[in-house]
C-alpha cells in the first residue's frame, strides 16, 4: 500500500494542539475581557480656548516651550482629530510637545442638519482665519506654523494660498492636492458619485455610510481578517486595548457638511481644480503660487487613500523655493499611529520648524561679515541650509528636496523663463 | 322567466333588499329625532329652539337625499352594474396573478440557468463574467409587470397621499433590486476564492506539499480573496452597480421623506424641509453678519491706522 502524500496525522495532530491553544486563549480572552480595560483616547490634559458654532479649539502646552511660533494642526472632517492622541505612548500631540512645540488644534465637532449648508470657504476663509486670527492675537505674533491631516492639508493649502501672510511654514501630511490619479479606489470611485444627489437626498454626508464606503475599500482585510485578528489576540491586554482605541477612532465618524462635501468631490475629485490653481472659495482663486512660505510634504508610500501620486506634485506647483517631501513607507493611518512612525514623524517635523526659525540677531550679523555674500545669495543659501540639513537627518522613508535638487531648481527657473 | 331571472341574479336581489332596509332605517332614525339637535334626551333652552327646528330640517333633508341616493343605488339596472364592476375584480386579480407568475417563472428560469452555470463560469481574477443577467431580469419584471401598478393615476381627495405611498412602495422596491446586486457582487470574490484555492489544494496535494499549520491556508486564502477583491472594486461594472445603489437608496430615502413629511404636517413637529428652510436662512444671516463684522473691524482699525 502506498504512503499517503499528505501526513494526516501530523494534521491532526495539529489540530488538538491548536485545539488546546484556542481553549487556552478563550479562558485568558475572558478574564482579559471582562476585566477593566483602558480604552480611552484624547487624555493629554488640554484646555478649550476658542469655539465658534461646533468647531472649538483645543491648546497643548508643553513642560517648557522651545518654539517660538506656535503650530496649528487642522484635521480632515472625516473622522476624528483624536487619532493624533490616541494614547499616552502614541501620541503625535505628545511627542510634539515633548519637542518644546506649543499645539493647536481644531476639533470640527458633529455637524447637524443646520450645517449643511456651510461650503469649503466657510471652513477656510471663516473658520480657520478666525482661529489662526486668534491665536496670532493671542501670541501677539504675525504668523503661525500650520499643519494639515488629509482633507485638512487641502484646507491647510488653500488658507496659506489665501492668506501667506499669516503663515510661516506649512506642513501638508496625507494631503491629496492633485486628483487626477487612479491609484487610489477612493479616486475611481469619487469620479463617479453623484454627489449633488446625495447632498440633496442626505443634507450632511452620513458618517456610517461613508464607513461603510472605507470598509468596502478592502473587505478581505477590514470585514474579515481584521476581526480575525483580535480573535487571535484576545487573551493580550494591551493588544485588546489598542485594538479597541482604533474602533472607537475608526467609528467616531462625524457627518460631513453637504455642501463642503459636494464641492470637495465636484472640484477637487471630479475636476481637479486645486493643482491647476482653478479653485475659486466665494469668488477667491486659490494659486498655488502665493504659497511662498516653507512647505514640508510628508505622505505614505503604501497609503491606499491618498497615493503618493495624488501628494506629491504639490511641492513642483507651489511658489515657495523650500519645499520637501518625505515618503514614508507606512500607510494612510500609519503615519500617526505606528510606533515606528512615531519616531520619526514628530522629531522631523519639529527638527524642520526649528530650522526655518530666526536664528538670534547676533549669530546673524556675524555670518552677514563673514561670509560676505550678495543678499540674493544669502537668501538662497539660507533657504538650502535647512533642506541640506534635513537631507541628511535620518528617516526610513525617500525624500526629495526642492531647494536641494539642481534638477528640480532648473526646473523651476526653466518654468519661470518660460513664463516672462 | 321572470323568476328564472331573478334566481339568477340572486346576488341583485339581495342587494337590493339591503338598499331598501338601509334606506327604511335611515328613514326611521329621522323620525324619532323631531328636535335634533335637543333630542337624545338633551333639553334645550328656547333660545335654541329655533336653531333646533333648523338643525331638524337639515337633518331630514339630508335623510331625504340619503333616501333617494339608496332608492336609485336599489334599483336593478343600478345593481346590475355595480356588480359587473364588482365582477371585474376578480378579473383584474387574475390578470395580476398571471403577470406575476408569468415573470416569477421567467426569474425561475433565469436562476435555474445560472444555477446549472455554478462552477463554471468563475475565472480567476477576471470579472468580466460576472453574471449580472438575473438582477436585470428582476428589474426588467419589475418594470415591465409591477411598477405600472404604482403608476396607475390616483383620484380624489387623498390622490397626493396616494402618490407618494406609491413612490416610495416603488423606489423601495428599486432599491431592494439594486442592494441585491450589490450584494451579490460582493460574494463574487468569495465563490472565486474558494475555485482558486481548490485548485490550489489540489495542485498541493499532487506534488505532497501541504501546511501543516491551519493558519497558513487561511492566509493564502484571505490572500487570494483579496486579490479578488482588489480586482473587483477597481472594475466598471463594480463602480456602476455601487453607483446605482447609492442612487437608489438616496431616492428611496427622499421618497420616504415625502411620505413622512405630510403625516407629520398634521403633528405639531416641524418637518425637515421646514427646518432646512429656516436653516439656509439663518445660515445666510450668520454669513452677512460675518463679513459685515470683518469690515467695520478693518475700517475701525484703518481708522485708528490714520489717526
Not at chain 1, 81 to 107: A, C, H, W
Not at chain 1, 278 to 295: A, C, S
Request: aromatic letters at 10%; charged letters at 30%.
Amino acid at each position: 500500500m502506498n504512503q499517503p502524500k499528505i501526513a494526516v496525522d501530523l494534521i491532526l495532530k495539529r489540530m488538538a494542539e491548536s485545539s488546546e491553544q484556542v481553549k487556552s486563549r478563550a479562558r485568558k480572552a475572558s478574564e482579559v475581557l471582562l476585566g477593566p480595560l483602558e480604552t480611552d483616547l484624547a487624555t493629554t490634559p488640554h484646555e478649550i480656548v476658542y469655539q465658534e458654532d461646533r468647531m472649538r479649539l483645543k491648546h497643548y502646552k508643553p513642560e517648557k516651550v522651545k518654539h517660538k511660533y506656535p503650530l496649528l494642526l487642522v484635521y480632515a472632517l472625516i473622522n476624528r482629530e483624536t487619532m493624533l492622541d490616541l494614547q499616552p505612548e502614541r501620541s503625535v500631540i505628545t511627542n510634539f510637545m515633548k519637542e518644546g512645540i506649543e499645539v493647536y488644534m481644531i476639533d470640527w465637532g458633529y455637524p447637524t442638519r443646520k450645517d449643511q449648508f456651510l461650503t469649503i470657504d466657510d471652513h477656510v476663509n471663516g473658520y480657520m482665519d478666525n482661529v489662526v486670527d486668534f491665536i496670532r492675537k493671542r501670541h501677539n505674533l504675525p504668523q503661525i506654523n500650520l499643519m494639515g491631516i488629509c482633507m485638512g492639508g487641502a484646507f491647510s493649502v488653500m488658507y496659506s494660498s489665501l492668506h501667506p501672510e499669516k503663515i510661516k511654514n506649512l506642513v501638508t501630511t496625507v494631503t491629496p492636492t492633485n486628483f487626477d490619479t487612479d491609484k487610489g479606489l477612493l479616486h475611481i470611485w469619487m469620479k463617479q458619485t453623484n454627489a449633488d444627489l446625495l447632498e440633496e437626498g442626505y443634507g450632511n454626508m452620513p458618517g456610517d455610510l461613508m464607513n461603510l464606503g472605507f470598509l468596502l475599500l478592502n473587505p478581505a482585510r477590514l470585514i474579515i481578517d481584521k476581526y480575525i485578528g483580535f480573535f487571535e489576540n484576545m487573551d493580550n491586554r494591551t493588544f485588546v486595548e489598542n485594538f479597541v482605541r482604533m474602533e472607537k477612532w475608526i467609528f467616531d465618524s462625524p457627518d460631513v457638511p453637504g455642501a463642503t462635501f459636494r464641492q470637495f468631490v465636484v472640484d477637487c475629485y471630479q475636476k481637479n481644480l486645486l493643482i491647476q490653481n482653478k479653485l475659486e472659495l466665494d469668488g477667491k482663486r486659490v494659486d498655488l503660487k502665493n504659497i511662498t512660505m516653507p512647505l514640508l510634504n510628508i505622505y505614505g508610500k503604501f497609503d491606499h487613500l491618498v497615493p503618493p501620486e495624488a501628494c506629491e506634485r504639490l511641492t513642483r506647483e507651489v511658489g515657495s523655493k523650500d519645499t520637501e517631501d518625505q515618503c514614508l513607507n507606512t500607510g494612510h493611518i500609519g503615519i500617526y499611529v505606528s510606533s515606528k512612525c512615531q519616531e520619526l514623524f514628530a522629531p522631523k517635523i519639529a527638527g524642520w520648524l526649528k530650522e526655518r526659525e530666526p536664528e538670534p540677531k547676533k549669530k546673524k550679523t556675524a555670518a552677514k561679515s563673514t561670509t560676505g555674500k550678495t543678499a540674493a545669495a544669502r537668501k538662497t543659501a539660507k533657504a538650502e541650509e535647512p533642506a541640506k540639513k534635513s537631507a541628511s537627518a535620518k528617516s526610513s522613508g525617500s525624500k526629495k528636496t526642492k531647494a536641494a535638487s539642481g534638477t528640480s531648481r532648473a526646473k523651476k527657473t526653466q518654468k519661470t523663463g518660460t513664463g516672462s | 322567466m321572470e323568476q328564472e331571472k331573478t334566481g339568477e341574479n340572486y346576488a341583485e336581489a339581495f342587494f337590493a333588499d339591503w338598499m331598501k332596509s338601509a334606506m327604511n332605517f335611515w328613514g326611521e332614525m329621522a323620525k324619532t329625532q323631531p328636535d335634533f339637535p335637543g333630542g337624545f334626551g338633551m333639553d334645550f333652552t328656547p333660545r335654541s329652539t329655533k336653531s333646533a327646528e333648523q338643525a331638524r330640517k337639515m337633518w331630514e333633508t339630508g335623510g331625504k337625499i340619503f333616501q333617494s341616493l339608496f332608492s336609485t343605488a336599489s334599483r336593478p339596472d343600478s345593481v346590475e352594474e355595480a356588480l359587473k364592476g364588482i365582477d371585474a375584480v376578480p378579473d383584474l386579480i387574475m390578470t395580476m396573478a398571471r403577470q406575476s407568475w408569468d415573470g416569477y417563472y421567467e426569474l425561475q428560469k433565469q436562476w435555474m440557468d445560472r444555477a446549472a452555470k455554478f462552477n463554471y463560469q468563475t475565472k480567476a481574477y477576471n470579472f468580466e463574467d460576472i453574471d449580472q443577467e438575473t438582477f436585470k431580469a428582476v428589474r426588467d419584471l419589475y418594470e415591465r409587470e409591477f411598477q405600472k401598478f404604482l403608476k396607475v393615476p390616483s383620484l380624489g381627495l387623498t390622490r397626493f397621499y396616494q402618490d407618494k405611498f406609491n413612490n416610495t412602495i416603488d423606489k423601495y422596491n428599486i432599491f431592494v433590486t439594486a442592494i441585491s446586486e450589490f450584494i451579490y457582487m460582493f460574494y463574487v470574490p468569495i465563490e472565486k476564492t474558494g475555485v482558486v484555492m481548490q485548485e490550489k489544494l489540489e495542485e498541493m496535494a499532487e506534488q505532497g506539499q501541504f501546511f501543516d499549520d491551519f493558519k497558513d491556508y487561511y492566509n493564502m486564502w484571505i490572500k487570494i480573496l483579496e486579490g479578488h477583491y482588489m480586482t473587483l472594486l477597481q472594475s466598471p461594472e463594480y463602480t456602476d452597480v455601487m453607483d446605482k445603489t447609492i442612487q437608489a437608496l438616496v431616492h428611496y430615502r427622499e421618497a420616504k421623506e415625502e411620505l413622512v413629511s405630510d403625516i407629520l404636517r398634521n403633528l405639531p413637529v416641524p418637518t425637515n424641509r421646514e427646518m432646512d428652510e429656516l436653516y439656509k436662512d439663518l445660515y445666510v444671516l450668520k454669513k452677512k453678519v460675518r463679513d459685515l463684522s470683518k469690515k467695520v473691524e478693518g475700517n475701525g482699525n484703518l481708522a485708528a491706522e490714520t489717526k
